[in-house]
């Protein structure tokens, strides 16, 4: 993939210089969580030479009054008046919350869907087919064309689809399109002739390579995607840079202010820095490398410190121990109750996930392990609680996703320290495809919010960004509800499983940070924290959950400073 893009354009794409630190945001609706998770109000925000949250004030803020002393010891100078503020803003009654944080997304993966053909907001086949050839004609001379974003149940296919269907598309240069949760993808004819792939190809561990008529049918799932992945060319540096400055701008403009970037390449970080370097990093980044070799190469023997004013942390390591539920790549217990005979891959064999964990543990890096299926959730709990006796202290294990659990792991979670990392917008689009995939019958551990917070279980909310709307608000009306953008169905699906707000936000802030060991430096609008907020257009605390889906980020503040107003 080429896309040409001069260090200017850059330039020009970032936001209006911000105003220093040291000052007050006045006159607003405060909305936050103190250090214990209770809702808290204020009506001023006082930010330190730092950037730093000083304090909360309950009322308007008042100027301090200066009285010079009658009196002075003899020699001593007369007292000096209090400091004045660099800023002063009147929000004028706006509602102010804390900056939201993603517990989970793929940064580099976002960018490079907005620089790259976007499959995910079509509906129908034909509607893709129709999408791809415009972008063909409208990017003349490529050599490959990539995308993400394509999902067959969305389109209602019933089925995966084909390379001749993108065949039917585009024909004469290679098409890689990967599936809307990254762990499929889709190829033309000429790609698979690339790739050198045949009848006779052999799917590695982990993967599976569709068949039709003993040929590849053009669908890889999961570690079969390696297959192509190894021949399609990969961004060059300055579109990662692009792409990373467009992801930025977007998270912005949504109000996350942090996010987890789950599997993070170093390619990814080398951006990263690059972009920290020039001073255009404005969104803090928690990192979880992308397998050990990365974890080494970025971090070696330790994880980083943080880096940039706390905005870049390499601090853990990600491993993939089953694929998704959309592609039937979730390793089940039970098969399929519409694919009989099918249960999902398993990823990583027992003895060799022991291995890589204690190999990550042993230099106090944090593990976080993607698992869907109940059989990788449950495979996920026996290698913590094993390794646990050995690795003592606060670890803080991650499992992401935790979507599909044996109701018997359920209460397994608490007492081992497991953190549960989960995007209550997956609930809303796979409700029925979950019904599908597992049957009634085997519902009862999905998508468990509350039983995770009745069992005492730290909570953090994400998005999976680009698999979703990396747009918090959403995500907070859906962890309320259980509904979906339409309101369906009706009171929310397995509604016993629904959260407050209280619990909605705090899983979007001070748990999305304790998850990433940062919440002592952001996450809560605590004195000592760095300062960074939103000003939206709704008072979220007391909407419904619709009318916090439609919330607009007015302005968003990272370190005391405006990074973000909407409209410009």
Known sequence: MKIFVSSAAIALALCPAPVLAAGVIDNVNGVALDANGRIVRFGALMIDDDGKVEK???????????????????????????????????????????????????????????????????????????????????????????????????????????????????SDIPVWLERVDGHAGWANSAAIRAAGITGATKAPAGGRIEMAGGKPAGVFVDRAMDLMQKVVPPPAPKDRDLALEKAQRALLSMGITGIADMGTSIEDWQAFRRSADRGALRVRIMSYAMGLDNMVLIAGPEPTPWLYDDHLRMGGIKLLLDGALGSRGAWLKADYADAPGQRGLRMIPDTQLRNIMSRAAMDNFQVAMHAIGDAANGEALDAIQELAETYKGDRRWRIEHAQIIDPADLPRFGPLGVIASMQPVHEASDWRMATARLGEARLAGTYAWKTMLDNRVPLAFGSDVPVESPNPFPGIAVAMSREDAKGQPVGGWMPQQRVSFQAALDGFTRQAAYAGFAEKKFGSLVPGQRADFLLIDRDISTAQPADIRKTQVLETWIGGKRVYVKGQ
Do not use: C
């Open 56 to 170: 909360l004030i309950e009322g308007r803020y008042k100027e301090p009054e200066y009285k010079r002393p009658k009196k002075r010891k003899k020699g001593e100078p007369w007292p000096e008046p209090p400091k004045g503020l660099a800023f002063k803003l009147d929000a004028g009654g706006k509602t102010l919350i804390p900056g939201l944080i993603d517990a989970h997304g793929h940064v580099m993966g976002y960018g490079l869907s907005l620089i790259t053909l976007d499959l995910s907001d079509t509906t129908s086949l034909a509607q893709a087919q129709d999408k791809i050839r415009a972008y063909v004609a409208a990017n003349p001379g490529r050599k490959w064309i990539i995308g993400t974003g394509w999902n067959q149940e969305q389109w209602g296919l019933g089925r995966f689809p084909t390379a001749a269907d993108l065949d039917a598309a585009v």
